[in-house]
T-cell receptor
Framework: RKEVEQDPGPFNVPEGATVAFNCTYS??????FFWYRQDCRKEPKLLMS???SGNEDGRFTAQLNRASQYISLLIRDSKLSDSATYLC??????????????FGAGTRLFVKA | NAGVTQTPKFRVLKTGQSMTLLCAQDMNHEYMYWYRQDPGMGLRLIHYSVGEGTTAKGEVPDGYNVSRLKKQNFLLGLESAAPSQTSVYFC?????????????FGPGTRLTVT
């Protein structure tokens, strides 16, 4: 089983739609969680952190469910500019010391007019 | 403030050739990373550094070497390139202690090995 798993999609949604992505992780000792956005042929950029209490930034809401070991990203009122790949990132304690960062393979979103 | 820069942006190598990818950051970050990204796969960590003069192996280190002689620079070397090393290479850095925080990425280097 992969340490971090995402549905690769693609998700094809019309403008204005609400869309949600989930990301599951296998290590219960995971400490930090993030969503990154990656545009085609560009570098990943931080979209938002995911806190235990949830996190909302405008049309974007991220939530963490530690019991079921998944994080989610909800996008409301989708815009054409939201079309991108969304990467889930999980950081957990490494048994060799320090922390280990795992990137999911990403979920592709296409928003259409 | 340029953030994280990478050179070159594109390169085509023949099997067996060598090259060095340069990553530079001007944010005074301690932690620096080299990843490769292949279709259908997440970013995979090649090597990383927790400070000047230190390096450590990541998930897929074979065939690569790194050096961090200066805090702002992190070099990735391919001694004898193979077609399996065709990929997009991203460098990243972070300030947060233990590497827990946001990673800032460079624009990537697209490498093709024929």
């Amino acid at each position: 089983r992969k340490e971090v798993e995402q549905d690769p999609g693609p998700f094809n949604v019309p403008e204005g739609a609400t869309v949600a992505f989930n990301c599951t992780y296998s290590n219960s000792a995971s400490q930090s969680f993030f969503w990154y956005r990656q545009d085609c042929r560009k570098e990943p950029k931080l979209l938002m952190s995911v806190y235990s209490s949830g996190n909302e930034d405008g049309r974007f809401t991220a939530q963490l469910n530690r019991a079921s070991q998944y994080i989610s990203l909800l996008i409301r009122d989708s815009k054409l500019s939201d079309s991108a790949t969304y990467l889930c990132v999980v950081i957990f304690d490494s048994h060799t010391g320090g922390f280990k960062t795992i990137f999911g393979a990403g979920t592709r979103l296409f928003v259409k007019a | 403030n340029a953030g994280v820069t990478q050179t070159p942006k594109f390169r085509v190598l023949k099997t067996g050739q060598s090259m060095t990818l340069l990553c530079a950051q001007d944010m005074n970050h301690e932690y620096m990373y080299w990843y490769r990204q292949d279709p259908g796969m997440g970013l995979r960590l090649i090597h990383y550094s927790v400070g000047e003069g230190t390096t450590a192996k990541g998930e897929v280190p074979d065939g690569y070497n790194v050096s961090r002689l200066k805090k702002q620079n992190f070099l990735l070397g391919l001694e004898s390139a193979a077609p399996s090393q065709t990929s997009v290479y991203f460098c990243a850095s972070t300030l947060a202690a233990g590497g827990l925080g946001e990673q800032y990425f460079g624009p990537g280097t697209r490498l093709t090995v024929t």
